[in-house]
Nanobody, 116 residues
Framework: QVQLVESGGGLVQAGGSLRLSCAASGTRFSINTMGWYRQAPGNERELVAVVTNSGTTNYADSVKGRFTISRDNAKTTVYLQMSSLKPEDTAVYYC??????????WGQGTQVTVSS
């Protein structure tokens, strides 16, 4: 059973930084794209950033220049370094992994709250 375990959320003041981590386990198949999505109350879940297993990245326009996504050498952990945080970044952040052969998996979500 594939598991994605997220950590690193919390409460931070505007302008501050947080680093999210998401570790994947429970599969012998390699993981293609990993990414972060977020969902604020009353809103749909939206893409924040994704990274392929070759290192190609893509970001939502709203976070470009402030957030950086990366993966470890084993390609099973993805990070999201968030800087210059704004109140509008407040949301539950979800990790997603596209596991070769068996499909998409989501983490349980981690709350990020940015106070003004």
């Amino acid at each position: 059973q594939v598991q994605l375990v997220e950590s690193g959320g919390g409460l931070v003041q505007a302008g501050g930084s947080l680093r999210l981590s998401c570790a994947a386990s429970g599969t012998r198949f390699s993981i293609n794209t990993m990414g972060w999505y977020r969902q604020a109350p009353g809103n749909e879940r939206e893409l924040v950033a994704v990274v392929t297993n070759s290192g190609t990245t893509n970001y939502a326009d709203s976070v470009k220049g402030r957030f950086t996504i990366s993966r470890d050498n084993a390609k099973t952990t993805v990070y999201l370094q968030m800087s210059s945080l704004k109140p509008e970044d407040t949301a539950v952040y979800y990790c997603r992994a596209n596991v070769r052969v068996i499909g998409l998996y989501w983490g349980q979500g981690t709350q990020v709250t940015v106070s003004s």
